[in-house]
Structures are given as structure tokens and as C-alpha cells.
């Protein structure tokens, strides 16, 4: 579980996160939402304990994050950022086992069972056939699922993401979405940014919806993610409709 109490977070006289307090439980799919600016991706990297808050705290299963030896924080959370650069030519392969590293012994011997870890994160990923190719010459789309991986190779007991469907195409992003609504499933905790409302309508568990650095809105979304909370925080007059699987969240001309 994570627990964050009254969190503000100040950069050159503005106030990016105001006073925002939230618990996100195991087993949950939570769909950060808001506009450009709003918070989202400030809010991600202080719940992942690579931000200071000016204030307030935030707590992974009753620690503080602050205080956690950073080694023992990244086995137990995964941080995905958003639009990733490569720098060098590694394969994908080896990418995607840089997520192990925090899980590597100092001396010796790979312990047994990484290797079947890779292959699995490949699969899941749909990048088996890539895992030679360096990952400077992927797509966007390749990528964004190349970091995916890397980000679950390790098994955390939580994924945080900023925005990690952007750059994927309509069938990678719903498989990438049903992926991560199915890592919640099996117990773990996910907290992704996500701007496409109706794919957060069928899969997330929870929405938690910010603006101008507060939150306005957190809960189940069948309950939270409603017309009027759309027109509170993105300005636009939308239309929800469907059940379960099926719902959807349709933009209306005029404010």
C-alpha cells in the first residue's frame, strides 16, 4: 500500500502539488488523470521516491520512503518514465535486464531463474522477436513496450507509470492497458498517468483526477469518472456511456 499525507511540492514560486493525500491499496488499477500541467507526472515521481515533497510524506507498505535504502526501494517499486530516450545501441534483451539490477548479487554467479524472467517480460510484451535488435533503432511504440518490460522483469510490488501508452498504436495500447489491469489483478499495485478516458473507464479499478496541482477527485471509477468530473478538470463537456468492458467517454463541442 501507499499512503501519501499532504503533499506540496513548490518549483520557482508555484506551487505544482497542493496539500494532496491519498492511499492506493494492493490489487488496484489507478488511473491518474488531469490536463497538461495539472501535477500528474510531480505527483508520480514523489509517490515513486524520486522527488523530495516541500511537504508531507509518503509511505510504501508503512515506510517511508524517505528513509528507504534506495536498493530495497527500486526491488520493491518500478518507475516507468514517460517518453524515454536511448542513448546507446544495447539490444533490447539487454534493456529489458537492466531491471534486475537491483536484484543482482554484488559477487558470483546470475542467481537461477533470471533468464526466464527476460523471456517472460519479452512475451508479455510482444517483443520476443526483438529481443536482439538495438533498441536505438525501435519505434516509439516498440519502445514504450521495451521499458514496460524492464519495468516488470523485476516482479515489483508496485508500478508506477507516466503516461506509458503514449506512442502506442490502438492495438498495443489496449494490450498494453488489459497488461497492466492485469498485473493489478494478481495483487500488485499499478498507478499509471493515462490520457485516453475511455481506455481508464474499462480497466482501471480507481481513477484520482488532479488540477492545478489538487486533487479534486479519487475513487472507484465507476463511481469518480463522470461528465461533470471531465468538464471540472479538462474544461470539456463529454458524454459517458456503456457498462463494465463497454464504456466509453465521448468529447462534446462547446465548454
Not at 536511448?86 to 537461477?112: F, K, M, N, S, Y
Not at 490502438?170 to 497488461?179: Q, V
Amino acid at each position: 500500500m501507499i499512503r501519501a499525507d499532504n503533499l506540496t511540492v513548490r518549483r520557482g514560486g508555484r506551487t505544482i502539488l497542493d496539500d494532496v493525500s491519498l492511499t492506493l491499496a494492493p490489487g488496484s488499477f489507478v488511473a491518474l488523470i488531469g490536463a497538461n500541467g495539472a501535477g500528474k507526472s510531480t505527483l508520480l515521481a514523489v509517490l515513486a521516491g524520486l522527488l523530495a515533497p516541500d511537504a508531507g510524506s509518503v509511505r510504501l507498505g508503512g515506510h517511508g520512503v524517505a528513509g528507504m535504502d534506495r536498493r530495497v526501494l527500486a526491488r520493491r517499486r518500478a518507475f516507468l518514465p514517460q517518453s524515454p530516450r536511448p542513448e546507446w545501441p544495447i539490444a533490447v534483451e539487454r534493456l529489458v535486464a537492466l531491471g534486475l539490477l537491483p536484484q543482482l548479487p554484488g559477487l558470483g554467479r546470475l542467481p537461477p531463474g533470471f533468464a526466464e524472467r527476460i523471456d517472460r517480460a519479452l512475451a508479455l510484451c510482444d517483443l520476443a522477436d526483438r529481443r536482439d535488435q538495438p533498441v536505438t533503432t525501435l519505434s516509439g511504440g516498440e519502445l514504450a513496450r521495451a521499458m514496460l518490460a524492464r519495468a516488470l522483469v523485476g516482479e515489483p510490488e508496485v508500478l508506477i507509470a507516466d503516461e506509458p501508452l503514449a506512442g502506442l498504436d490502438p492495438r498495443h495500447a489496449i494490450d498494453g492497458i488489459a497488461r497492466l489491469r492485469g498485473i493489478a489483478s494478481s495483487g500488485r499495485l499499478v498507478i499509471a498517468s493515462i490520457h485516453d478516458l475511455t481506455l481508464a473507464a474499462r480497466h482501471a479499478t480507481h481513477v484520482a483526477a488532479l488540477r492545478e496541482g489538487r486533487l479534486v477527485a479519487f475513487g472507484t471509477t465507476a463511481e469518480t469518472l463522470d461528465a461533470d468530473l471531465v468538464h471540472r478538470i479538462f474544461d470539456v463537456r463529454a458524454r459517458i456511456g456503456g457498462a463494465a468492458e463497454g464504456r466509453f467517454v465521448d468529447f462534446v463541442s462547446g465548454a
